[in-house]
Nanobody, 117 residues
Framework: QVQLEESGGGLVQPGGSLRLACLAS????????LGWYRQAPGKRRELVAT???????NYADSVKGRFTISRDNAKNTVALQMNSLKPEDTAVYYC???????????WGQGTQVTVSS
């Protein structure tokens, strides 16, 4: 069973940076796909960034050039470096693991990111 725990959220001023981290207890398989999603109040959950087993990344247009996703299979972690943050980045950020061998998706509890002056 996989459990995901996010950390690193908080309050930051516009233009600032935060680094989110997600630890997968139960381990990350090298073929798992990993990602970050976010949900703002009154809005649907949306994709922020994903990274495949081969290291191929995909980003929402709204975060391209500002956010970077990375993974460390040996440490069972996936991270999201967020730079040049904007108020519209305010949301709860969720870590996702897609286990390719079973087709199952796992989610963390979420971490709040608030961008405000």
């Amino acid at each position: 069973q996989v459990q995901l725990e996010e950390s690193g959220g908080g309050l930051v001023q516009p233009g600032g940076s935060l680094r989110l981290a997600c630890l997968a207890s139960g381990g990350i398989f090298s073929i798992d796909h990993l990602g970050w999603y976010r949900q703002a109040p009154g809005k649907r959950r949306e994709l922020v960034a994903t990274i495949t087993n081969g290291g191929r990344t995909n980003y929402a247009d709204s975060v391209k050039g500002r956010f970077t996703i990375s993974r460390d299979n040996a440490k069972n972690t996936v991270a999201l470096q967020m730079n040049s943050l904007k108020p519209e980045d305010t949301a709860v950020y969720y870590c996702n693991l897609h286990r390719v061998v079973t087709g199952m998706d796992y989610w963390g509890q979420g971490t709040q990111v608030t961008v405000s002056s």
